[in-house]
Nanobody, 117 residues
Framework: QVQLVESGGGLVQAGGSLRLSCAAS????????MGWYRQGPGKQRELVAT???????NYADSVKGRFTISRDNAKNTVYLQMNSLKPEDTDVYYC???????????WGQGTQVTVSS
């Protein structure tokens, strides 16, 4: 079993910044990808950014150039630095970990990000 604990969400004005963190604990296998997804009311959960164990990254077009994903393997933690935030970035952000070999994954409980105009 794996537990994901997210932190760093909150309320910020448009143009501001937030940094999300997600720490994984439990049965962590060596090869895994981590990522951030977001979901608003009545919408499907969508990818924001992912990072592999080899530090390859992938971003949604809507956040490229504004968000940066990074990871600290020693701490089993992934970060999402969000700059130049827009009101349309308002959503619940979820952390995900995916184990490549086992093909299993887990979700965090979500953290609210609200950007005011």
């Amino acid at each position: 079993q794996v537990q994901l604990v997210e932190s760093g969400g909150g309320l910020v004005q448009a143009g501001g910044s937030l940094r999300l963190s997600c720490a994984a604990s439990g049965s962590i296998f060596s090869l895994y990808a981590m990522g951030w997804y977001r979901q608003g009311p009545g919408k499907q959960r969508e990818l924001v950014a992912t990072i592999t164990s080899g530090d390859s990254t992938n971003y949604a077009d809507s956040v490229k150039g504004r968000f940066t994903i990074s990871r600290d393997n020693a701490k089993n933690t992934v970060y999402l630095q969000m700059n130049s935030l827009k009101p349309e970035d308002t959503d619940v952000y979820y952390c995900n970990i995916h184990f490549v070999v086992a093909g299993t994954g887990y979700w965090g409980q979500g953290t609210q990000v609200t950007v005011s105009s």
